[in-house]
Each structure stands twice: as C-alpha cells, then as structure tokens.
C-alpha cells in the first residue's frame, strides 16, 4: 500500500534519549478507479491545472481542489475516501523522495575531496587535482569523479512508523527522510 505524502519537517521525541523524528503529512486523497490491484488516486498540490485536468475532475465528479492524479496501491477495494487504516506505530515503511538539488558542485561538495591549503601561494585550493595519466592508458578513465550536477535525484529510505493522529494525517517516522520541508512524496508499506 502507498500514501501521497507532502514533507512537514523534523522534531525529536521528549525521552530520554530523545530519537530524531520527521514529520510526514498524509494529503487528502481520493480513490476514482480500481483495476487490478492499482488505483486512480486524485489529490491537491497547490499549483494550477490545465484542460485535461478539468477533463478528469468532470469525469471523476470531483471538486476544484483534486487537480493532480497518481495510480499507486491501496487497500481500497472501491471508489471513495482513501484507507488509511494500515498506517499504525510500528510498521515499517518505504519513504522516496527527491533529494534537495544542490546544482552544478564541485568535487569537494559533490564527493568529498580535500582540497589543497588554503595558504597564499599554493595556487591549489579547491581544484580536482590531476584527472589523467601520462603513459598507460593514455586517457581518463570512465566514471572519474568530477564536478557536475549534484541532488535533486530520487531516494528512498527505511523508516519505522513511531506514530499517526488520523485526524490531522500526521506520521512521525523514526529517523531522516530526504528532501526539503514541503516536498511531495511517497510512503510505501515494506513488506
């Protein structure tokens, strides 16, 4: 089973020791269409739509507020409130997200390297350093860790569910999740 979750952020929990938390709040959705195992789920972003959108919210009978669509898995077996039975303290559950986009980093961002002094005169501060060989084989080699596009790429994580208030749709999950606060995201029931 899937949820469409939208990123709240992170808190820890009042004990001792106190765990790291994040924060996920599960959107309003609604199931329009069940077909082997799969289901049409509509539910709100926030952003504008278009005609063919409009076409689905006419189509479906639903309001102004559902302008995005996504076919995952539910345990709904009809059309109507999304089940969100499943989400109990305890399970284990499958968390994706994008990563925060750092855009075009250098290779100490982007994989670590050290860099050079930072003294006047070395002229080697935060430079790859040598990519090549003289002799054999002649070339770079493929993959050599270079700068480039860095984040902004799909990742998923493990997380247990520490606890969830239905009727706000708050999941507190143990640990981490990618991502910035606000982001939408999935959560999926390991199995």
């Given amino acids: 089973m899937e949820f469409i979750v939208e990123k709240v952020g992170m808190s820890r929990t009042v004990s001792v020791p106190s765990t790291p938390v994040t924060l996920l709040k599960v959107k309003d959705a609604k199931v329009v269409e069940v077909k082997d195992g799969k289901a049409l789920v509509a539910y ?15 189509k479906y009978n639903l309001s102004k507020e559902f302008n995005r ?9 009809e059309a109507g409130d999304l089940d969100v039975s499943a989400l109990d303290a305890g ?4 968390v994706t997200f994008k990563s925060k986009g750092r855009g075009f980093s250098g290779v100490i961002k982007r994989h670590g390297f050290a860099g050079g002094p930072g003294a006047h005169g070395s002229r ?6 040598s990519i090549g060989n003289c002799e ?14 860095y984040g902004n ?17 708050i999941i507190v999950v143990k640990g981490s999740v990618p991502g910035a606060n606000g982001a939408l995201g999935r ?3 390991a199995k």
Avoid at 44 to 58: L, T, V
Avoid at 91 to 94: F, I, L, Q, R, T
Avoid at 124 to 129: L, T, V
């Fill in 44 to 58: 709100s972003d926030g952003k504008k739509f278009n005609k063919a959108i409009e076409g689905m919210q006419k």
């Fill in 69 to 77: 669509f996504a076919e995952i898995e539910v345990a709904n077996t």
């Fill in 91 to 94: 399970v284990k559950v499958k």
């Fill in 124 to 129: 080697f501060h935060r430079a790859p350093g």
């Fill in 136 to 149: 054999w084989p002649g070339r770079v080699q493929p993959g050599q860790k270079m700068p480039g596009h």
């Fill in 153 to 169: 790429e799909t990742k998923t994580v493990k997380n247990e569910i520490l606890s969830f208030d239905a009727e706000t749709g």
């Fill in 187 to 189: 959560v999926r029931i």
